[in-house]
């Protein structure tokens, strides 16, 4: 299963759009792309999922450049409840394959 | 209606204890989950339950058993309670094996005293 990179951190300001990499350059062919949102006390919440190219919904897009290697999770005109921890995960459609869930990027949105 | 639910949400007890946590999902999702989640806010599976058969079982001590009394339904037996084992257990349902979208119960978090 590909590891999974992001930035411990990140502070942003209400209004601004958002965007959080996460580095998987091991990722294999049949590998997905999944962003889960977690708040203090909850449990995840699943946010976007992509294969390749642009994915977009109704909160936020996923960018994934042809070599997959690095995705990029855009929040449009963040506000202070998108204050959160961000997880990339990475991996196939294989019944054994890991679920590993990386360190996470701890979102601040300043007002 | 709560999607995923768990119970209880808050467990304290003490060393050596046994101790359950129960999951039950409205869903109709063919695969369950057990997280979980230490006090760093690492997030690591122990369990992944497809219709009732196991399909991982992470390098978790066998002090910690999955039981699954039908798809609906995912619990988690714990023996011999340590110290190591306070953290916070989220039990996740999918429609299926990942990368499918999980949904995540509110958590239970024990603490061993």
């Known amino acids: 299963l590909a590891k999974t990179t992001q930035p411990i951190s990140m502070d942003s300001y209400e209004g601004q759009e958002v965007n959080i990499t996460c580095s998987h350059n091991?990722?294999?062919?049949?590998?997905?792309i999944t962003w889960y949102q977690q708040f203090p006390s909850q449990g995840p919440r699943f946010i976007i999922q992509g294969y390749k190219t642009k994915v977009t919904n109704e909160v936020a897009s996923l960018f994934i450049p042809a070599d997959r290697k690095s995705s990029t999770l855009s929040l449009p005109r963040v506000s202070l409840s998108d204050t959160a921890v961000y997880y990339c995960?990475?991996?196939?459609?294989?019944?054994?394959?890991?679920?590993?869930f990386g360190k996470g990027t701890r979102l601040h949105i300043l007002p | 209606d709560t999607a995923v639910s768990q119970t209880p949400k808050y467990l304290v007890t003490q060393m050596g204890n046994d101790k359950s946590i129960k999951c039950e999902q409205n869903?109709?999702?063919?695969?369950m989950y057990w997280y979980k989640q230490d006090s760093k806010k690492f997030l690591k599976i122990m369990f992944s339950y497809n219709n009732k058969e196991l399909i991982i079982n992470e390098t978790v001590p066998n002090r910690f058993s999955p039981k699954s009394p039908d798809k609906a339904h995912l619990n988690l037996h714990i023996n011999s309670l340590e110290l190591g084992d306070s953290a916070v257990y989220f039990c996740a349902s999918s429609q299926d094996h990942y990368p499918g979208e999980q949904y995540f119960g509110p958590g239970t978090r024990l603490t061993v005293t």
């Open positions: 091991n990722i294999a062919t049949n590998d997905y």
């Open positions: 995960l990475v991996g196939g459609r294989n019944r054994d394959d890991k679920i590993i």
């Open positions: 869903l109709g999702h063919d695969t």
